[in-house]
């Protein structure tokens, strides 16, 4: 079947962790994902943490301001917890074997919020794992610029900056507007 025909049945939410948002430069420090159908049931749930030179961690974080503030208050936690994460090559097959249990044939749907930074470092890090997602995303962000835009409707999410509590903000962020757009009355006919 033509997968440009054939209708998704689940999705693979997925938020990164890095050292930055530079491709060519910047590490994935942690990865989460949650299989769920589209009425956001979980089916499944993966996170990992990537292991890196720690000296390397640091040096990138130190020269990056935003995320340099994001892991401030945790810093010594999380870099200690790098130690104990596994080898990229590793969290990819995890990955892989995550996404063929609970997708199988269907190629799997990335959703979450800017999820095209997330699939570029995904292509150059992890090819094997992106052969196994759908060419289509489901980018949560879009709907923030036309719910606020056109409809002068906001979410406000909590900044959290960890991949698992991430992927929940996001799908708590797009069921406040499918529940937003439920409430709304009829168009006459």
Request: proline letters at 3%.
């Amino acid at each position: 079947m033509d997968v440009s025909s054939q209708i998704p049945t689940k999705l693979l939410w997925l938020d990164l962790e890095m050292t930055g948002l530079n491709l060519d430069e910047d590490l994935i420090l942690e990865v989460a994902v949650e299989a769920s159908d589209f009425n956001f049931k979980t089916l499944g749930t993966y996170e990992a943490r990537v292991k890196h030179d720690r000296a390397e961690v640091e040096r990138l974080l130190n020269n990056n301001t935003f995320y340099s503030q994001q892991f401030t208050a945790n810093r010594d936690d999380f870099l200690g917890k790098l130690d104990q994460a596994n080898e990229s090559n590793v969290v990819e097959d995890q990955l892989v074997s995550f996404v063929k249990e609970h997708f199988r044939d269907e190629p799997a749907v990335l959703a979450g919020n800017s999820i095209h930074n997330d699939r570029n470092f995904i292509k150059k890090h992890w090819p094997k794992f992106d052969q196994t997602l759908h060419y289509r995303m489901l980018d949560v962000s879009a709907w923030k610029i036309v719910m606020q835009a056109k409809y002068g409707v906001n979410f406000e999410k909590k900044q959290m900056h960890q991949a698992f509590d991430d992927i929940q903000a996001s799908i708590a962020e797009l069921q406040f507007y499918l529940d937003w757009f439920n409430k709304q009355p009829s168009p006459q006919t």
